[in-house]
C-alpha cells in the first residue's frame, strides 16, 4: 500500500469542566500518516500541544482493539466516526483525504455530561447495570456446563446481544438520546439464558425504571443507534425488551 | 409495581401510543372502506347509507367516544414524549447532525403527527361538527354529507389542505405501522418482515385512498 502523509484541520470542541461552556477550536496537524488511528492521530496533536505549552486535549481511551467502550468521539457527524460497525479507536486515517476537515465533538446528553473537552460522564450506565444487570450465582463447586441445556440459537442470540460494549454511542445517535439499544443489549443478552430466568422480570423492570431515573429519552425506534452501533447490536433487541417489559409488567405482582 | 408506575415509564409510555396507533389504524381502515362507496357512482346513495348507520346507530357511537379518547391520548402522550425527548440532549446540540442512520420520517413523528392534527381539525369542522350539531349530538337526523362534501371540496385550498394531511399520514404511518408492533414487543424476524411490508403497503394504499377523495370531489370523477 502506498504511505501517505495527510494534512488536517480539525474542528474539536473544548470545555474546561462540566459547568463552564465549551468551544470549538481549530487545529492543523501535517503530515499525519494514513497507517495511523483516529486516536493516535490526536496523540500526535496532544504532543504538539504540549510542545507549544499548552494544554492537551482530553478524551477517552483505554483498549484501542474495540472491545473496551472506552472511546467516544463523534466525528464529522456520526458516533465512532464514517465507518460501519467500527469504534473511534479502530477508526484509520485512511477514512480521510488530505486536506480534510474534521469536526469532533463528545456524546451529547443530558444523562452524559461533559467531564473535559471530549470526556463525557457514562456512570449513568454503570448505574443501569447495577440496577438489573446480573446474575445470582450460588458459591461452591463449579456446575457442570453441560447441565443446562441451551438452544444454540438462544446462546448465539445472547452472545450476540452480550458483545455491547457500553460504549455509549447509540445514546449519542439517537435524536431522544435514548439508551435503549445499550439496555436491549444488556437484558436481552441474560433473558435469552436460563441462568438469567430468576431475576428475569425484576430485572426489566428495575432496569428500566433506573434508565428513566438518568435522564435518557424514550425509544420512537428510528433505528440510528442500530446504524451505529460497534459491534453491531440489532434493533429487534429492543422488541424484545419491550416484550420483556410487557409480560413483565402484566404478570409481575 | 403499580400500573402507574407501568404505564409512565418510557417504556410504558410508548406503549400507550402503540395501542392508540394500532386502533387509529384499525379505525382507518373502517373509515376509508365506508367513505369508498362514494365512488358507487350513484348520487351518494350508497354512501349515505352507510354514514346514516355509522351516526345514528348506538354501537359505533358508542366505539366513537372510544376513538375520541384514543385520539386524544394518542395526541397528548406524542406531543409530551416529543417535547421530553427534545430536552434529553441537553444544553447543548451537535454542530453536525447525524442523518444517514435513519429515515427523515422516523425522525419526523412529532412534526407529521403535528400536521395531521391540524389537517384533523379542519376536517372535524368540515363534516363531524355540522353533522352532530344538526343531530343535536345524539342520535337524530343528519345533514346530507355526501352533498357536504361536494361542497367543501370545491374549494381547491381545502383540497389542497387534504392531500398534504393525507401524504403527512402515509409518512406518519411509514414508520408507526412497524414500529408499533416493535414497541409491542414483535422480535421475530418473520413477523417483523410481514408488519414492515404490510406497513409500507398500508400507508400507500390507505392515505392515497383518503387523497383521492377530495380530488374525485373536486375534479367530478364522481357524480
Ligand atoms: C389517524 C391518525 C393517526 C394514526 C393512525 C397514528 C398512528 C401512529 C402509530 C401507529 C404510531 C407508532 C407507535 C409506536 O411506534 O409504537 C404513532 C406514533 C406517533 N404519533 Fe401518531 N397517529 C395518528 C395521528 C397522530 C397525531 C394527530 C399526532 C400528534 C399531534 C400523532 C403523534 C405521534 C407521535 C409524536 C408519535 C411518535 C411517538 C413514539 O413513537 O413514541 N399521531 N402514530
Ligand atoms: S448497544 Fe452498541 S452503541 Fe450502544 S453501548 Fe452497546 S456497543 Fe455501544
Ligand atoms: S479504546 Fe477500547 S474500544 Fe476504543
Not at chain 1, 500541544?49 to 482493539?65: G, N, T, V, Y
Not at chain 1, 460501519?84 to 483525504?97: D, G, I, S, Y
Not at chain 1, 488530505?98 to 449513568?124: C, H, M, N
Not at chain 1, 435518557?216 to 424484545?240: V, W, Y
Amino acid at each position: 500500500m502506498e504511505h501517505k502523509g495527510i494534512n488536517l484541520t480539525l474542528k474539536v470542541w473544548r470545555q474546561q469542566n462540566t459547568n463552564t461552556a465549551g468551544e470549538f477550536v481549530t487545529y492543523q496537524v501535517k503530515d499525519i500518516s494514513q497507517e495511523m488511528s483516529f486516536l493516535e492521530m490526536f496523540d500526535v496533536l496532544n504532543e504538539q500541544l504540549i510542545q507549544e505549552d499548552k494544554e492537551p486535549i482530553a478524551f477517552d481511551h483505554d483498549c484501542r482493539e474495540g472491545i473496551c467502550g472506552m472511546c467516544s468521539m463523534y466525528i464529522d457527524g456520526k458516533p465512532h466516526g464514517p465507518w460501519q460497525a467500527n469504534t473511534t479507536c479502530q477508526l484509520h486515517m485512511r477514512a480521510f483525504n488530505d486536506g480534510d476537515t474534521i469536526t469532533v465533538e463528545p456524546w451529547r446528553a443530558q444523562a452524559f455530561p461533559v467531564l473535559k473537552d471530549l470526556v463525557v460522564d457514562r456512570t449513568s450506565f454503570d448505574r443501569i447495570i447495577q440496577a438489573g444487570g446480573y446474575v445470582s450465582v450460588n458459591t461452591g463447586n463449579a456446575v457442570d456446563g453441560n447441565s443446562l441445556p441451551i438452544n444454540k440459537n438462544d446462546a448465539d442470540a445472547s452472545f450476540a446481544a452480550a458483545m455491547c460494549i457500553g460504549c455509549g454511542a447509540c445514546v449519542a445517535a439517537c435524536k431522544n438520546s435514548s439508551a435503549m439499544l445499550f439496555l436491549s443489549a444488556k437484558v436481552s443478552h441474560l433473558a435469552l439464558l436460563p441462568q438469567g430466568e430468576p431475576e428475569r422480570q425484576s430485572r426489566v423492570m428495575n432496569m428500566v425504571a433506573q434508565m428513566d431515573k438518568e435522564g435518557f429519552g424514550a425509544c420512537t425506534n428510528t433505528g440510528a443507534c442500530e446504524a451505529t452501533c460497534p459491534k453491531e447490536i440489532s434493533l429487534s433487541n429492543i422488541a424484545r425488551l419491550n416484550q420483556e417489559y410487557l409480560l413483565a409488567s402484566l404478570t409481575s405482582n | 409495581m403499580t400500573w402507574k408506575e407501568v404505564f409512565t415509564s418510557s417504556v410504558g409510555k410508548k406503549l400507550v401510543m402503540s395501542f392508540t396507533g394500532i386502533f387509529l389504524i384499525l379505525f382507518l381502515i373502517v373509515h376509508v372502506g365506508l367513505n369508498a362507496c362514494i365512488w358507487a357512482n350513484d348520487g351518494g346513495t350508497m354512501f349515505n347509507a352507510g354514514a346514516h348507520f355509522m351516526g345514528n346507530n348506538v354501537v359505533p357511537r358508542i366505539l366513537e367516544i372510544g376513538l375520541f379518547a384514543g385520539l386524544i391520548l394518542h395526541i397528548v402522550q406524542g406531543l409530551m414524549l416529543e417535547l421530553s425527548n427534545r430536552s434529553k440532549r441537553g444544553s447543548v446540540g451537535y454542530a453536525v447532525s447525524y442523518s444517514k442512520g435513519s429515515k427523515w420520517y422516523s425522525r419526523s413523528m412529532g412534526l407529521l403527527g403535528t400536521i395531521i392534527l391540524l389537517f384533523l381539525i379542519l376536517h372535524l369542522y368540515n363534516f363531524w361538527l355540522p353533522n352532530r350539531a344538526n343531530q343535536g349530538f345524539l342520535l337524530g337526523e343528519e345533514i346530507n354529507l355526501y352533498a357536504k362534501m361536494q361542497d367543501v371540496f370545491s374549494n381547491l385550498w381545502v383540497v389542497i389542505i387534504y392531500v398534504l394531511g393525507c401524504i403527512s399520514l402515509g409518512y406518519h404511518l411509514a414508520h408507526g405501522f412497524q414500529s408499533a408492533f416493535r414497541t409491542i414487543g414483535v422480535h421475530n424476524k418473520r413477523y417483523n418482515a410481514i408488519f414492515t411490508t404490510l406497513g409500507y403497503g398500508f400507508s400507500v394504499i390507505v392515505p392515497l385512498a383518503f387523497a383521492l377523495m377530495p380530488l374525485s370531489f373536486h375534479f367530478g370523477w364522481v357524480n
